[in-house]
């Protein structure tokens, strides 16, 4: 199983990046995917998540914000990011569970700048 994530850098407040995830040696299609973010000296928390039929949730601090979406046919996972904020900077990963075990990515650096 691969994750690999995508899509971050470094962006002013008030800015967007669209995060990318792809995926191999899943069924994609079946399987609930998510976003974690771990910000420097915290825990890994989740921000986000969506499951095989398309039902989201996010965390309340990105709810309106953060868009999570998912193409079964690239079998890739994508965070939208609007409305930046210096407290979104980060590293973030996308995960999912699969055979009884969860998996990470590596991981892609946002840094926001205030």
């Known amino acids: 199983v691969q994750l690999q994530a995508s899509g971050g850098g470094l962006v002013q407040a008030g800015g967007s990046l669209r995060l990318s995830c792809a995926a191999s040696g899943i069924n994609f299609s079946v399987n609930t995917m998510g976003w974690y973010r771990q910000a420097p000296g915290k825990q890994r928390d989740l921000v986000a998540s969506?499951?095989?039929?398309?039902?989201?949730d996010y965390a309340e601090s990105v709810e309106g914000r953060f868009t999570v979406s998912r193409d079964n046919v690239r079998r890739t996972v994508f965070l939208q990011m609007n409305s930046l904020k210096p407290e979104d900077t980060g590293v973030y990963y996308c995960n999912t569970y699969f055979r009884g075990r969860f998996y990470w990515g590596k991981g892609t650096q946002v840094t926001v700048s205030s």
């Open positions: 969506i499951t095989s039929d398309g039902r989201t």
